[in-house]
């Protein structure tokens, strides 16, 4: 049983920044994938940033130049850093970890709210 929790949401003004962090507890198993959705109202899930194990790293067109994916393999962490933050990147934020991103363990999500 692998449990994700999400931290770091939150309401910001238009250009400010947000650090999320996700935290997996409940397996010593180690994740190929580890990344982050998003969900806005009325919208699908999308991916916004994706790390490998092996250190490849992508990003949604969207945020490139703007948010930054780190993960730390001993702890079981994946971290997003988000600047420059627009009304357009209000969503909930899910973290996702597996052997293919996509699939796997879900967090429950934290909320991102971006106001103009």
């Known amino acids: 049983q692998v449990q994700l929790v999400e931290s770091g949401g939150g309401l910001v003004q238009a250009g400010g920044s947000l650090r999320l962090s996700c935290a997996a507890s409940?397996?010593?198993?180690?994740?190929?994938?580890m990344g982050w959705y998003r969900q806005a109202p009325g919208k699908q899930r999308e991916l916004v940033a994706v790390a490998t194990r092996g250190g490849t790293i992508n990003y949604a067109d969207s945020v490139k130049g703007r948010f930054t994916i780190s993960r730390d393999n001993a702890k079981n962490t994946v971290d997003l850093q988000m600047n420059s933050l627009k009304p357009e990147d209000t969503a909930v934020y899910y973290c996702n970890v597996g052997h293919f991103i996509g699939l796997g363990s879900w967090g429950q999500g934290t909320q991102v709210t971006v106001s103009s």
């Open positions: 409940g397996s010593t198993f180690s994740f190929n994938f």
